[in-house]
C-alpha cells in the first residue's frame, strides 16, 4: 500500500505551499486532460448509484443544489479520483503530512436558479465532527465550466487566518456569522474560481467561500474530494470515517480504469445522519 504522503506529490513545489499557507487556496489550471474530463462526465451522467443517492439541499432562498456524498474511495471512476497522487498527494503536501480520505461529493446545480451556498468554512461543519484541529483540505475539480453565471465558488484570500467563525443554519446548511464576514469583507480580496473542465482549486478548511445560484442555461458540475490530517483523527463517532489509511494509486489510474461504475456497493451518505447540521446527535468517544 502507498500511503497518502508529501513524497507522492511531485507537482507541488515550495511556491505552491508558500501560496497555500498565504492565500488559503490554490489553483492548479488542466489538472485532468480532457480524456479524464470526458471521464468523468460521463461517470456523472451514468452512475446509476450515484444518481439515485443523490439528495437536494435547500439554500433556505427556494434553491436546491443536488448532491452525492460518499466516504470511502473505490476502483470505480470517480474513487479513483480520490486516489490519485495529484489530488491525495498534493494534500498531503499542503497539510504538511500524510492524509486520509474523509470524503467526496459530487455537486451540482441545475440551470435556472439551482441553489446557492451561504459564506461557510467547511470547518463550520466539521468541528461538530469531533475533529481537534483544521489540519484539512479539499480539491474542488470542475467537471463543466465554471462562470460568474452558473455559481461558481467565490473565496476570500487569507481568511483561513482568521480561524473558525461561528456557524447556523441556514436552510440545510450551516453560514457563518455574516456580521464578522462582512467586515472581513472589508479587509480580504474575493476571488472568483473561474474554471474550464479539469482545472482544480485545492482550499483550506478554514477557507471562507461561497457560490451564487446557477442562472445559466447549463448545469454548474464540481467534485470535490476532502481529506483530513492522519494524525487529526475524530473524537466523536460520526457520519464520516476515522483515520482509514488510504492506498494512493498511480497518476495514470484514471484513463487504464476507464468507465466503471461499482454500482451500489459504494457506500454514499444519509444526509438524515449529519450532525454537523445543528446540535451533536452523537456521544463523543470515551
Not at 159 to 178: F, K, P, T, V
Request: glycine content about 10%; proline content about 4%.
Amino acid at each position: 500500500m502507498t500511503l497518502a504522503t508529501a513524497d507522492s506529490a511531485s507537482m507541488i513545489s515550495d511556491a505552491d505551499c508558500e501560496a497555500f499557507d498565504r492565500d488559503g487556496y490554490l489553483i492548479k489550471r488542466g489538472l485532468f486532460n480532457d480524456a479524464e474530463v470526458e471521464l468523468l462526465q460521463r461517470a456523472l451522467a451514468t452512475d446509476e448509484a450515484l444518481q439515485d443517492s443523490a439528495f437536494g439541499l435547500d439554500d433556505g432562498y427556494g434553491g436546491q443544489t443536488i448532491v452525492a456524498v460518499w466516504n470511502h474511495p473505490g476502483d470505480d471512476t470517480l474513487g479513483i479520483v480520490g486516489r490519485l497522487p495529484r489530488i491525495a498527494g498534493a494534500c498531503a503536501r499542503l497539510l504538511g503530512g500524510e492524509v486520509y480520505h474523509y470524503h467526496s461529493k459530487i455537486t451540482s446545480k441545475a440551470p435556472g436558479g439551482g441553489g446557492t451556498w451561504d459564506w461557510h468554512q467547511d470547518y463550520g461543519y466539521w468541528y461538530k465532527n469531533g475533529l481537534l484541529f483544521p489540519n484539512l483540505a479539499s480539491v474542488a475539480i470542475a467537471v463543466s465550466d465554471l462562470t460568474e453565471a452558473n455559481g461558481t465558488m467565490r473565496v476570500l484570500r487569507g481568511s483561513h487566518l482568521c480561524g473558525r467563525l461561528e456557524h447556523a443554519i441556514m436552510g440545510g446548511q450551516n453560514g457563518a456569522d455574516m456580521e464578522r464576514v462582512g467586515v472581513l469583507m472589508q479587509h480580504l480580496e474575493e476571488v472568483s474560481f473561474i474554471a474550464e473542465p479539469g482545472d482544480a482549486c485545492f482550499f483550506h478548511c478554514n477557507t471562507l467561500h461561497t457560490s451564487a445560484p446557477n442562472v445559466s442555461d447549463r448545469n454548474r458540475d464540481l467534485l470535490l474530494c476532502c481529506y483530513n490530517r492522519a494524525d487529526n483523527s475524530p473524537v466523536v463517532k460520526h457520519h464520516h470515517p476515522f483515520y482509514t489509511p488510504l492506498d494512493v494509486v498511480d497518476d495514470d489510474a484514471l484513463l487504464r480504469t476507464g468507465l466503471w461504475s461499482v454500482g451500489f456497493e459504494r457506500s454514499f451518505m444519509d444526509p438524515a445522519t449529519d450532525i454537523s447540521i445543528g446540535e451533536f446527535e452523537t456521544d463523543p468517544l470515551s
